[in-house]
């Protein structure tokens, strides 16, 4: 249980809220904006249907679905500096919620995209980078499937932890994979550094992560 607050303990807590909130919703807007940036003239003058229907839509699910993602290990990681701030069931109903919109807009973007090759050549691709997005999203599939449905699956805890652990596959294979195709990603200085620094911030997630297992296991 959280220790009673002074008044100024109190202010700023609200406070790191209320940062945390606004730099969450910037990171998330960017990409989105500059997106828009691309869309706007294309709707303007629509050159192709399969770009118009599939192309644009799929990479706005794969920019935002991305950042969420980043999310998720924030939430998960149980980040003492986090905790002081936000309770740990609050964070861990965040992780669940924003765990389904950015699964579901991940998957929604691999449907498009392979949809758009389809509809534009009447073909699918498989170079290595589309093999590198497809392969993550089959990790994703099984990260979410084991956390959703383990009671379902009778998926001993272990089993499911594990599985869901492919989540840490994910975000950096994806990013390599947005890094090799992505036309936000290729043609906007602001979306390539913040995925960077997206990416950096992971590795160092990461490493906490598996300074907290050692430590827990050293304590054990
Ligand atoms: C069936 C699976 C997938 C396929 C076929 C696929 C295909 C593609 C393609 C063709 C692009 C280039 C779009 C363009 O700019 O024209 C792309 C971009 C991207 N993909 Fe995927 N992808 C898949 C899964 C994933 C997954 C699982 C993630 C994240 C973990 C992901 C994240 C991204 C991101 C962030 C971009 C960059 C969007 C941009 O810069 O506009 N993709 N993907």
């Avoid at 992505?182 to 160092?204: H, K, M, N, P, Q």
């Amino acid at each position: 249980m959280r220790k009673q607050q002074t008044a100024p303990q109190a202010s700023f807590r609200h406070g790191t809220a209320v940062v945390m909130y606004v730099v969450a919703v910037v990171l998330l807007a960017l990409p989105v904006y500059e997106w828009v940036l691309n869309a706007v003239p294309f709707y303007a003058d629509p050159y192709d249907l399969p770009t118009a229907l599939f192309n644009l839509p799929g990479r706005l699910f794969a920019l935002v679905g991305f950042v969420l993602m980043f999310y998720q290990f924030v939430l998960g990681i149980r980040l003492p500096a986090f905790e002081k701030v936000f309770k740990r069931a609050t964070n861990l109903r965040r992780h669940q919620t924003l765990g389904k919109i950015g699964f579901t807009l991940l998957l929604l973007h691999g449907v498009f995209m392979l949809s758009y090759d389809r509809a534009l050549t009447g073909e699918f691709f498989f170079d290595t980078y589309r093999i590198m997005g497809i392969t993550a999203l089959i990790l994703l599939i099984a990260a979410a499937m084991a956390a959703w449905h383990f009671k379902a699956l009778k998926l001993p805890r272990k089993v499911w932890k594990t599985l869901h652990l492919l989540a840490y596959i994910v975000f950096p294979v994806g990013f390599l994979h947005a890094r090799g195709l992505g036309t936000e990603l290729a043609t906007s200085r602001v979306v390539d550094v913040l995925f960077i620094t997206l990416f950096v911030l992971y590795c160092f997630l990461v490493a906490y992560r598996l300074y907290t297992v050692v430590r827990d296991q050293s304590r054990a």
